[in-house]
């Protein structure tokens, strides 16, 4: 699983999103992203202030904020500004080219605008991938293939599937910058990785999510960035203090692989 360094892969790389992605990952010594899923414009705010000095990417679920306007996209912009953190809506997309086109650029969210990274899954085929490029590929965003995912029964956690997601993201590698997945799937250097279902204190939540170390994530399977969400902010934790100790574990697992 050895790779270059964020840094070398910020150089290498053609495409502009990832390169700047590396690059404040490399400056800010963090490969950690935060599951923001809380469910008030304020509460999503507070957080975001108070990860932000330890995350490279604020995920977001953009749909669960009851209170949602376009003041909270312009304060997160703000913030992510302040901080040097990009943002990532976990929209997770899954419909033909013509509809996820719509969802992506319209509607009260208007995604493609604010969001420098989203996702989908290729289980409608390659059209999905061809109409979120429509709208993203001119304002410069990245797509993630969800080539896996974190609970153990998911039917994504299919070979044959999986293989078919590096197969699209290669044909479509202008527009596509990674892949959500628990490991790193291929030896191109350009993709990156990004593993939701990381917990440094659980093993699972009951409704089939399941927790793994970043030494597992990082160091073994050689996957890019933790996504990391009720670990930091969950019943009796300390946002900030969590913040603060997943990205010096991921920060840790990340130089065990370049030393190894
Ligand atoms: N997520 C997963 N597993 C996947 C894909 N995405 O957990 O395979 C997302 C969830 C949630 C976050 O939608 O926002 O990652 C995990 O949050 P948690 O750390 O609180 O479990």
Redesign the pocket.
Do not use: T
């Given at each position: 699983t050895a790779t270059n360094t964020y840094a070398e892969r910020a150089q290498q790389t053609q495409n502009a999103v990832l390169k700047q992605l590396f690059t404040l990952m490399a400056e800010k010594k963090s490969n950690l992203a935060v599951?923001?899923?809380v469910t008030t414009k304020q509460a999503l705010l507070d957080l975001a202030d108070m990860v932000g000095p330890y995350i490279c990417l604020l995920?977001t679920?953009i749909d669960v904020v009851t209170d949602f306007d376009a003041d909270l996209v312009a304060q997160l912009l703000g913030l992510a500004d302040k901080h040097r953190f990009m943002i990532f809506e976990?929209r997770?997309f899954a419909d033909i080219g013509n509809t996820v086109k719509l969802q992506y650029e319209a509607g009260i969210y208007r995604i493609a605008h604010w969001s420098h990274f989203t996702?989908c899954h290729i289980v409608p085929g390659e059209g999905i991938i061809q109409g979120l490029k429509e709208v993203g590929l001119p304002l410069s965003r990245g797509l993630l293939l969800?080539a896996?995912?974190?609970?153990a029964d998911?039917l994504?956690n299919n070979a044959q599937y999986t293989a078919k997601n590096v197969e699209m993201a290669q044909r479509h590698s202008d527009f596509v910058a990674g892949f959500?997945a628990s490991r790193r799937l291929t030896d191109d250097q350009d993709f990156v990785y990004m593993t939701?279902?990381?917990?440094l204190d659980s093993k699972g939540?009951g409704l089939g999510?399941r927790?793994r170390t970043p030494e597992q994530i990082i160091t073994h399977n050689g996957s890019d960035i933790i996504?990391?969400?009720?670990?930091?902010y969950?019943p009796g934790k300390d946002p900030q203090a969590e913040a603060q100790r997943y990205q010096q574990a991921g920060w840790q697992a990340y130089l065990a692989r370049l030393s190894s």
């Open positions: 599951a923001a899923d995920k679920h976990d997770k996702n969800l896996e995912m974190s609970p998911s994504a959500i939701p279902g990381v917990g939540d999510q927790y996504i990391v969400g009720r670990g930091i969950g």
